[in-house]
């Protein structure tokens, strides 16, 4: 709760400063709930709130069902006092009304490196959720293959030993938070990008944002089934998709790949020419703009 303190305070110090604010976070709905005198605030929502509550290890089971309703009383509030935009379709169904959709997107490179042979990466937040623990199981599988792992991103407090450990015996590469724009260049001719999410609730309905990255940069991308991914995956033969927590099924991918040049290469030139038509930013990047813009110009009540 301190950084949300903290985000209030910066809120109140900021707000005659600016024309709108947009936030992400749903617990940064409290950072601005009931300032007066507040520019429009827009609600961007990436998950499925009531959902992540089953990925939170410090809430007791038994006080998940009473929190997620609270939840749904928070989205409705949200809605009735904010604007709102939805990464998914199917975040629609949680609301009364109707709000602009502008998907998950990325910025696609021009030209991309081909996928190389001897480096797989994850990009993105570290956590057993999302597959750490695999990651370092694949890790050790690939080690006698001379296939580096490499992990890209923040890790939460329950995974930071394990890759401290796994880094210090040799295992991984752990790059912990880098800026996008430097993380994303890590993706350039890699074997295959990593997506190894576990079988949760808030992840069954949302696309996962590195599946489209990894794509954007030409490398093949490995993932679990989860019900978006598939279908990204699959419509554009794009990569492979593997079994739930099954670390030797995605080294044997991996080394599949690595075996067979040219399908990993048209599976990277496929994956490409899909978000470079169908995910790139520019392509949404207009009607995100004009609606925050037009928001941006109501007087402030």
């Known amino acids: 709760m301190a950084a949300v303190w903290a985000a209030r305070r910066l809120f109140k110090r900021m707000r005659d400063k600016v024309d709108l604010v947009l936030i992400h976070d749903p617990e940064l709905l409290f950072a601005v709930w ?26 007791p089971a038994p006080l998940r069902p009473p929190v997620r309703f609270f939840a749904r009383m928070l989205e409705g509030t949200a ?53 750490v623990f695999e990651a370092v199981e694949v890790a050790k599988l690939l080690q006698p293959y001379r296939v580096a792992v490499e992990l890209i991103g923040y890790a939460d407090p329950q ?14 590469e752990w790059r912990d938070f880098m800026p996008n724009d430097e993380a994303l260049k890590r993706l350039d001719g890699a074997l295959a990008g990593l997506s190894l999410l576990h079988d949760e609730p808030n992840y069954r309905h949302s696309m996962p944002t590195k599946i489209v990255e990894y794509m954007a940069h030409g490398i093949p991308v490995i993932t679990t089934p989860s019900p978006r991914a598939v279908e990204l995956v699959e419509r554009y033969d794009s990569g492979v998709v593997v079994p ?22 048209a599976q990277g030139a496929r994956g490409y020419a899909a978000a470079r038509a169908n995910h790139h930013w520019p392509n949404s990047a207009k009607r995100f703009v004009t609606q925050l813009e037009s928001w941006a110009g109501v007087k402030r009540g």
Do not use: C
Request: a neutral charge; charged letters at 25%.
């Open 34 to 59: 009931g300032v007066r005198n507040r520019p429009p605030v827009v609600w961007d929502v990436h998950e499925d709130t009531p959902a992540t509550l089953s990925l939170k290890p410090w809430l």
């Open 79 to 131: 809605e009735r006092h904010m604007h709102l935009l939805l990464a998914e379709t199917a975040y629609a169904g949680r609301f009364k009304h109707a709000h602009l959709i502008v998907p998950n997107e990325t910025w696609v490179p021009d030209s991309v490196t081909p996928p190389g042979d001897d480096r797989v990466v994850y990009l993105g937040w570290l956590s057993r959720a999302r597959g």
């Open 159 to 172: 995974s930071r030993p394990m890759l401290n450990q796994a880094v210090t015996e040799g295992l991984l």
């Open 244 to 265: 739930w927590e099954d670390p030797k099924a995605v080294a044997q991918a991996v080394l599949t790949l690595r075996d067979d040049v040219r399908e990993r290469r």
